[in-house]
């Protein structure tokens, strides 16, 4: 059996039609930050109404505070999930980068031996997220969201301390943080467990990517 040929070299027509794909990724990609963008922007004006809303008055609820994590964690979703797609453009563009458009500047010779050529054309014939939906939120966190999560956090406990009046006593607190039925132990409770969780996902996100970037060895490669 004829072994298979292995390619050296790109002609011409080749290599005019690997920059156009370049152009398309990096432009597939451009547009997806953008809506990552949109998605931060909804979570910071809808944490903002909820601010004014809650301390728009001595007698104002704090509960606008509480509902609003709901649209966050939405937010959040949507975000986590433009996010993978992002990535898989991002990653296309990177891998052209590294293993084109660099060799080809540096020294003149594409190093098709390496076989960089046949990882791309396998994410096309193949293609998949690069990251979990899990990862992708965790980043998400680690780039946006924990602040967006932390003043909504600061802002309650904020209101409930100052607002109308300095707080007295802890008891005084928690009933501030009453929601109907629930006492305000049970929504302090879970505004703890809340931040705590997203904060966890954040840093095993972290970790996770670290792990990552040391079982290939390179920080230039897919996901």
Do not use: C
């Amino acid at each position: 059996m004829a072994q298979e040929t292995e390619r050296t070299s790109l002609t011409n027509s080749e290599v005019t039609a690997i920059a156009h794909l370049y152009r398309g990724e990096v432009y597939r990609s451009t547009i997806w930050r953008t809506r990552l963008d949109t998605t931060t922007n909804w979570a910071v004006v809808t944490l903002g109404v909820a601010l004014s809303i809650s301390f728009a008055s001595p007698d104002a609820s704090p509960l606008p505070l509480v509902l609003v994590g709901v649209l966050i964690i939405f937010f959040l979703m949507q975000e986590a999930r433009r996010y993978r797609y992002f990535n898989v453009w991002r990653a296309r563009a990177r891998w052209m980068e590294t293993h084109f458009y660099a060799p080809m500047l540096y020294d003149g010779d594409l190093h098709m031996e390496e076989n960089w050529q046949k990882t791309l054309s396998e994410d096309y014939l193949k293609p998949k997220y690069h990251v979990s939906m899990m990862t992708a939120i965790g980043r998400r966190i680690r780039r946006n969201y924990l602040w967006i999560l932390m003043i909504q956090s600061l802002a309650f406990a904020g209101k409930l301390a100052v607002h109308p009046t300095p707080v007295e006593s802890l008891d005084q607190a928690f009933r501030r943080a009453d929601v109907g039925p629930l006492p305000g132990e049970v929504i302090v409770v879970f505004g703890i467990l809340y931040m705590i969780s997203w904060m966890g996902i954040a840093l095993w996100s972290d970790q996770n990517d670290k792990n990552r970037a040391r079982g290939r060895g390179t920080d230039s490669s897919m996901g």
